[in-house]
Nanobody
Framework: QVQLVESGGGFVQPGGSLRLSCAASGSSSDIAVMGWYRQARGKERELVARFTSSGGTIYADSVTGRFTMSRDNAENTVYLQMNSLKPEDTAVYYC????????????WGQGTQVTVSS
């Protein structure tokens, strides 16, 4: 029913940039609230960014000032612009969607690999 398809991952050198995309489909209520998470090898999945009920965005401390999340409502797509990438950013990045602000959404994409290395 709900489909979240990430794209834009790849291999990049430290200091480089990538833009991830998440194309969402399904009922509008099921994908009303969206965000990005990531999971590095051997580590727990962590929040990267999410939209808030006030119309803004919150970011993990580790990415604040470097990453920007945005939305294109007409195309039902969310983006994650990643600048000044570090090796510590290497992870599988997942799109997340749900019904309520302040809660982790129940729907996940398949993930897209981001590798930052020299």
């Amino acid at each position: 029913q709900v489909q979240l398809v990430e794209s834009g991952g790849g291999f990049v050198q430290p200091g480089g940039s990538l833009r991830l995309s998440c194309a969402a489909s399904g009922s509008s209520s099921d994908i009303a609230v969206m965000g990005w998470y990531r999971q590095a090898r051997g580590k727990e999945r962590e929040l990267v960014a999410r939209f808030t009920s006030s119309g803004g965005t919150i970011y993990a401390d580790s990415v604040t000032g470097r990453f920007t999340m945005s939305r294109d409502n007409a195309e039902n797509t969310v983006y994650l612009q990643m600048n000044s990438l570090k090796p510590e950013d290497t992870a599988v990045y997942y799109c997340n969607a749900g019904r309520y602000f302040g809660l982790v959404g129940r729907h996940w994409g398949q993930g897209t690999q981001v590798t930052v290395s020299s």
